[in-house]
């Protein structure tokens, strides 16, 4: 049964990512993969909420590793930051990679520490 709480949830999560990255990245007008810059990050901070939660079962293999896995996307942050390099956007490449695992480790620990504190 927790496997079909992880594939439910996995595929609302990256129904959602595509969704709401491609929304967001359709209004930025950059070349900076804002879409998955900020649904990595916002996955981040939901993933220390819901660990810090102490949620187990089929709660968390729904919601941590069903949604956040399918909504966070290592796969595609790398394709995009090679996409920025190849179209000779090396420096921000450089700071897309960067900025988003500093703020994604530090959006992880605010999360967690918003669930413990509240």
Request: proline share 1%; no cysteine; charged share 10%.
């Given at each position: 049964?927790?496997?079909?709480?992880v594939?439910?949830?996995?595929?609302?999560?990256?129904?959602?990512?595509?969704?709401?990255g491609v929304?967001?990245?359709?209004?930025s007008?950059?070349k900076?993969?804002?879409?998955?810059?900020?649904?990595?990050?916002?996955?981040a901070?939901?993933?220390?909420?819901?660990l810090?939660?102490?949620?187990?079962?089929?709660a968390?293999?729904?919601?941590?590793?069903g949604?956040?896995?399918?909504?966070t996307?290592?796969?595609t942050f790398?394709?995009?930051?090679?996409?920025?390099i190849?179209?000779?956007?090396?420096?921000?490449?450089?700071l897309?990679?960067?900025?988003t695992?500093v703020?994604?480790?530090?959006?992880?620990a605010i999360g967690?520490?918003t669930?413990?504190y509240?």
């Amino acid at each position: 049964m927790t496997l079909v709480w992880v594939a439910l949830g996995g595929a609302l999560g990256s129904a959602s990512r595509y969704g709401i990255g491609v929304w967001i990245s359709q209004r930025s007008g950059y070349k900076y993969p804002f879409g998955t810059f900020t649904v990595n990050v916002t996955g981040a901070f939901l993933l220390g909420v819901v660990l810090a939660s102490g949620l187990e079962g089929s709660a968390n293999a729904l919601l941590a590793d069903g949604f956040l896995g399918g909504f966070t996307t290592f796969s595609t942050f790398m394709y995009e930051g090679v996409a920025l390099i190849k179209d000779n956007e090396t420096k921000n490449a450089l700071l897309y990679v960067t900025l988003t695992m500093v703020l994604g480790i530090g959006a992880f620990a605010i999360g967690w520490l918003t669930r413990l504190y509240l």
